[in-house]
């Protein structure tokens, strides 16, 4: 970080002092204004900047909890560089408990967006042009989608070894070498050449303690790792186990051959073996019940936790390497 004055959405950021500013670009269709509160803490000393998001989706409520935790426990206050935290990136979705934008498009498809374009893409080109460029390294706070509970993982690319080294310092038990979706605010950070630590853990409309404290005590390892600040004793106080991650390159989704009553027997991320009895599905008059095997071994990094499913839902995420 240069030793200059540093300008946030017209806010002057002076070392050692913080601003609360707000992105507004849009309004609702009743003329409401919608604005994104972006909460910045910059230290006394020149440093790295650390750009903490969570909520891109709006129901992915677990990710929200993990940044608003951060910020009321101080921990989002360096010694050393700036941190921009975004708590709720989609507003719109999270007032409605909803993924999408009102527009009804995935905010997280439409990176690096558009100043014409849809709503969506309009919000993710003030987003990508405002605030990104000040940004040296980004983590990224989601969750499993629907019922789908994520166990607690970190997804980089295959071609980062940078990223690679930043995730086993945040230290979860899976590192997931995926490749990048096209359009993804991932994908447009890495093109942007940020440093991005995407986070999955738990499932939408949903807080998890223990994922929570896991996605807390990333973030402090890595601030501490940047030399923004210590945080040896948080992390102690948090009492989350300390992981040799396990470094995954592949997974496959198995689907429901039947709809029925869904009975997962497995544990999230528990290694099966190939035929291995995973759950059940029954019917809800007592004549039809059908077990679901593995078709591969793996680890078990996703279970769908709906109680009724339907021919062809995604159930078991279960990786191939």
Excluded at 178 to 200: D, G, W
Aim: proline share 5%; with cysteine; glycine share 10%.
């Amino acid at each position: 970080m240069r030793n200059t004055k540093i300008e946030i959405l017209g806010h002057t950021i002076a070392k050692g002092k913080g601003a609360l500013v707000n992105l507004d670009i849009a309004k609702l269709h009743t003329r409401t204004k919608i604005q994104v509160p972006i909460i910045i803490e910059r230290g006394k000393k020149d440093g790295p900047t650390l750009l903490i998001t969570g909520g891109i989706h709006g129901n992915e409520i677990n990710g929200i909890e993990i940044v608003r935790q951060l910020i009321a426990k101080k921990y989002n206050k360096p010694e050393s560089g700036m941190v921009i935290c975004i708590p709720v990136v989609n507003v719109f979705g999270f007032l409605n408990q909803a993924r999408q934008f009102p527009d009804g498009r995935d905010l997280n498809r439409v990176f690096p967006g558009s100043p014409r374009g849809s709503l969506a893409s309009r919000f993710a080109y003030h987003l990508i042009k405002e605030i990104v460029p000040l940004a040296d390294y980004c983590i990224d706070y989601h969750t499993g989608g629907d019922s789908r509970f994520n166990v607690p993982q970190i997804r980089v690319g295959g071609e980062d070894p940078e990223s690679l080294a930043l995730a086993k310092v945040f230290n979860p038990p899976f590192i997931i070498q995926s490749a990048r979706k096209e359009k993804s605010f991932r994908e447009t950070l890495y093109k942007l050449q940020k440093k991005v630590l995407l986070f999955e853990g738990g499932k939408s409309i949903h807080i998890d303690k223990v994922v929570t404290q896991m996605g807390i005590a990333g973030a402090l390892r890595i601030m501490q790792h940047l030399g923004m600040r210590e945080f040896g004793q948080e992390i102690d106080n948090l009492v989350v186990k300390a992981y040799e991650p396990i470094i995954l390159h592949n997974t496959l989704w198995l689907r429901a051959k039947y709809s029925g009553m869904f009975h997962p027997f497995v544990d999230l991320g528990k290694m099966v073996k190939k035929g291995e009895v995973l759950g059940s599905i029954s019917g809800p008059f007592g004549y039809f019940e059908r077990k679901i095997k593995a078709q591969h071994s793996g680890y078990v990094i996703c279970i769908n936790e709906a109680p009724i499913v339907t021919q062809g839902d995604a159930i078991f995420h279960i990786s191939t390497d």
